[in-house]
């Protein structure tokens, strides 16, 4: 199926969806070192398990779409740097930026039914993410904890 649309897909479509490809591939990966990296300095064994889920579904999600970027003929960006210990603040940013997240993969409009089906499956996971997040948060004194 993806050969088919290869063949169809016009240069500038391609370029277009590789880009979203590569914007939600550099998120996704990213969003996977910070859970770890949050997982790894937590003292809650409940919590870390949690966060340790999240990043391994993120570490999937990213490995999704560069299956895509490669089946399209790109190649996957690298991930970007992130800070060495990851802070209350920035695990509350994540939480936001996962609700974006799971926008983002709803609104795009894609011109294949596979990349549809994978973008919606993400959407399931990222409200997944949010939930577990919030829960994290809620249970972490931002203070105790790199606030």
């Known amino acids: 199926?993806?050969?088919?649309?290869?063949?169809?897909?016009e240069t500038q479509k391609r370029q277009q969806l590789l880009q979203v490809l590569a914007e939600r591939?550099?998120?996704?990966?990213?969003?996977?070192?910070?859970?770890?990296q949050a997982a790894?300095?937590?003292?809650?064994?409940?919590?870390?398990?949690?966060?340790?889920?999240?990043?391994?579904r993120e570490q999937q999600h990213a490995?999704?779409?560069?299956?895509?970027?490669?089946a399209l003929g790109g190649t996957p960006p690298p991930p970007p740097t992130i800070s060495d210990q990851a802070t209350w603040h920035e695990l509350l940013a994540a939480y936001e930026s996962e609700k974006a997240d799971k926008v983002a993969y709803l609104e795009n409009s894609l011109p294949?039914?596979?990349?549809?089906?994978?973008?919606?499956?993400?959407?399931?996971?990222e409200q997944q993410n949010i939930e577990e997040l919030r829960q994290v948060i809620t249970r972490i004194d931002p203070y105790d904890w790199g606030a």
């Open 1 to 9: 199926m993806i050969e088919q649309l290869l063949r169809t897909l």
């Open 25 to 36: 591939y550099r998120d996704e990966i990213s969003d996977a070192a910070l859970a770890k």
């Open 40 to 56: 790894e300095g937590l003292p809650y064994s409940h919590l870390r398990q949690t966060l340790e889920r999240i990043a391994q």
């Open 63 to 70: 490995e999704w779409l560069a299956d895509k970027i490669r």
């Open 112 to 125: 294949d039914e596979e990349l549809e089906a994978l973008f919606h499956r993400i959407a399931q996971e």
